[in-house]
């Protein structure tokens, strides 16, 4: 299978399971790959590959990819972001994943990182950037 597909049968597993979930709930459904549309309504997740390797033994094929989800808030209190945190560690981390074509061994959280964008929307000073990386290791079928 080439890599292309297999990431965009990635991406497609990702999309399926966030559909209809909580995370989905929290962001009104506004879940996106690379960027959010221009003057996009908060809040809203991003979520983009950050890096990717590959590793062969004699019988396996193995990717290793690294996820990042990163969740925008405007609001003013932490409530907000912090939901959508936790929705997105319930739904992903050491999850089941189907993807075509491939066998998830495992899908972890490795890091978060917390910021406030210098953005003003409505009034508010910043906006909250929480940054989540997911480990997303596969077999290849």
């Known amino acids: 299978m ?8 990635l991406f497609n ?11 989905s ?6 879940i996106f790959l690379d960027e959010a549309p221009e003057g996009c309504e908060f809040p809203y997740v991003v979520f983009f590959i950050v890096s990717g390797t590959q590793d062969k033994t004699f019988t ?4 290793n990819t690294i996820i990042q989800f990163s ?4 609001s003013a209190k932490a409530t907000e972001i912090t939901t959508m945190y ?7 981390d050491e999850c089941a994943l189907t993807i075509t074509g491939s066998t998830l061994v495992w899908m972890r959280e490795t890091n978060l990182t917390t910021m406030v964008e210098d953005i003003t929307v409505e009034g508010s000073p910043g906006v909250k950037h929480w940054a ?4 997303v290791f596969t077999s290849l079928n």
């Open 13 to 23: 597993a990702i999309m399926t399971k966030c559909s209809g979930s909580s995370l």
């Open 86 to 92: 936790a929705d997105l560690k319930a739904l992903f």
């Open 2 to 9: 080439q890599g292309g597909l297999r990431l965009i049968n």
């Open 60 to 63: 396996e094929h193995f990717t």
């Open 25 to 30: 709930s929290d962001v009104g459904g506004r």
């Open 71 to 74: 969740l925008f808030s405007s």
């Open 132 to 135: 989540v990386d997911f480990e």
